[in-house]
């Protein structure tokens, strides 16, 4: 089966998503999400300038070797632009082959290990009460794991405090917005948050807190341990990772177990991390790890230190990565659980697709592929918003830190 062509589309349907659409001789196609929050185009032109040409002609279901090509081939490896890229590629042909075995793609990868895919939703609140309202409202809707994160006290905008109910949406500006940051009110803070939820909540329910990147590896210890009694699910992106050797300085001082990985790309970003067990949880994902091809060794390798996946799934992972990341669930032997941030009704309209969630799980549909399309007209009514993600300072004396 060859590929005859291949299209780039961009499209804003309340956010941006990239998405490259494969077609083969056969007449069966299939979609890749793209989608690199903040720096799409950059996506988009990799794939149209520099990938699509080499495609043309190739064997659809020569998955591996055309990875290998475009990864190995392209000399410069790794990184976000390229990664995304190839992952689109990777996911599209991926769903070409399923329906080419009229089959879903789980079945292809292994078939099914679990009924459903456990999911943590998110609970968002300006204030500590606010947050807890939330977690209960998602309590309600029968999810059995929340992530919560609140406003903090003499702070004006903080990650994960969101204006809407179901869905955050941080890249919220043409030129990037500005928040600020205490590590101190921060650290003071966020265990009151967690007291009051298991006060509220009590213990049927996992809960998932989110530090994105702003601690030091020590600090990160400290709230590690001050969380200890409130027994969370993980705490996610402690510190940041380029170092993987930081995580042994807080594991040294916490049992909270620890998760990272959204930022990562390759198996190189997590090799130490793992092998050295100093996470408990992988939350790489198809659209920024290379596709399933990718993602399949980063699990493998992750299996055998017993470590668990729980792929990243806020909104700018569009609907397809959603897609290809719940078959991927579906099969995984060493499953943790998948991040599920609702997309608004002018995505799900724009990407129809048929996994749909059920008291507390998502499930991945039963047609062939990875099971989730793109309505191109609609897409066209939705035209590329230039939008960043925000940087943040500190608040004591404005020092650009991580956001
Ligand atoms: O979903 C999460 O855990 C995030 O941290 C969301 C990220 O900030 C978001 O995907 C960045 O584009
Ligand atoms: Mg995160």
Redesign the pocket.
Known sequence: MKITNAKVIVCSPGRNFVTLKIYTDEGLTGIGDATL??RELSVASYLTDHVIPCLIGRDAHQIEDIWQYLYRGAYWRRGPVTMSAIAAVDTALWDIKAKAANMPLYQLLGGRSRHGVMVYG?ANGSDIEHTVDEALRYAEMGYMAI?AQAGIPGLKKV??VSKDQLF?E??DASLPSEHDWSTEKYLDHTPKLFEKLRDKLGWEHHLLH?A?HRMTPIEAGRLGKALEPYRLFWL??ATPAENQEAFRLIRQHTVTPLAVG?VFNTIWDCKDLIQNQLIDYI?ATVVHAGGITHLRRIADLAAMYQVRTGC??????SPVCMGAALHFDTWVPNFGIQ?Y?RHTEETDAVFPHDYHFDKGFLYAGEKPGHGVDIDEKLAAKYPYSRAY?PVNRLAHDGTLTN?
């Open positions: 929050n903040g998110h992530r990650y994960g955050y941080p890249a989110d994105h996610e992106d959204e939350r990243h799934g806020a909104t700018d992972l991040e941030m993600l956001w």
